[in-house]
């Protein structure tokens, strides 16, 4: 069945970075556009970064431009985030996204 793992968040000082990974499986991932999105406490979901299925065309919400990079490895059916310089509004539990289906999340918690 089709599926969505995320992993590589935890906790991280201002300035600090991470990068974040989620396996797909169930599917021809490498057709397939794909998505992080985040929710920090208390507030809704929001969008912050798309990568076309070939992983030539990338966008990216205001909030996170210049400083988190998505990517993708077809080989491995896995997208990344990677982010720098994160501040303590990143902090969220994010998600990523094919089509409808959403993975299971993992918490950043950015915090000195």
């Known amino acids: 069945q089709v599926q969505l793992v995320e992993s590589g968040g935890g906790l991280v000082q201002p300035g600090g970075s991470l990068r974040l990974s989620c396996a797909a499986s169930?599917?021809?991932?490498?057709?397939?556009?794909m998505y992080w999105y985040r929710q920090p406490p208390g507030k809704e979901r929001e969008w912050v970064a798309s990568i076309s299925g070939a992983g030539s065309s990338t966008t990216y919400a205001d909030s996170v431009k210049g400083r988190f990079t998505i990517s993708r490895d077809n080989a491995k059916n896995t997208v990344y985030l990677q982010m720098h310089s994160l501040k303590p509004e990143d902090t969220a539990v994010y998600y990523c996204?094919?089509?409808?289906?959403w993975g299971q999340g993992t918490q950043v918690t950015v915090s000195s």
């Open positions: 169930g599917f021809t991932f490498s057709s397939y556009s």
């Open positions: 996204k094919w089509r409808s289906l």
